[in-house]
């Protein structure tokens, strides 16, 4: 499996921007969907997941800004940032979590301007 995130850039804070997460290969096993950041000099944290059942979970941080969401047949995943803050700058990367492992992404930097 191999993951494509695009959409990332710089916005000004206020703004919006739409990732998107394309995968290839099957999405057979899947369990869930999600977006992470990483930030510089932070940790990797979870910024929102949906399971294949279509249940979400969001950091705090973002809840009733971004909303995830997925295309299941084109095996896409969005996430959709409004609202956006300096504090939300970082490298963006999707995941996908199989039953056996995760496959990731290639980061998508998003720069907020204040």
């Known amino acids: 499996v191999q993951l494509q995130a695009s959409g990332g850039g710089l916005v000004q804070a206020g703004g919006s921007l739409r990732l998107s997460c394309a995968a290839s290969g099957s999405a057979f096993g899947i369990r869930s969907r999600g977006w992470y950041r990483q930030a510089p000099g932070n940790e990797r944290e979870l910024v929102a997941r949906?399971?294949?059942?279509?249940?979400?979970q969001y950091a705090e941080s973002v809840k009733g800004r971004f909303t995830i969401s997925r295309d299941s047949a084109k095996n896409i995943v969005y996430l959709q940032m409004n609202s956006l803050r300096p504090e939300d700058t970082a490298v963006y990367y999707c995941n996908h979590r199989y039953v056996v492992r995760d496959f990731w992404g290639q980061g998508t930097l998003v720069t907020v301007s204040s």
């Open positions: 949906i399971t294949s059942g279509g249940d979400t």
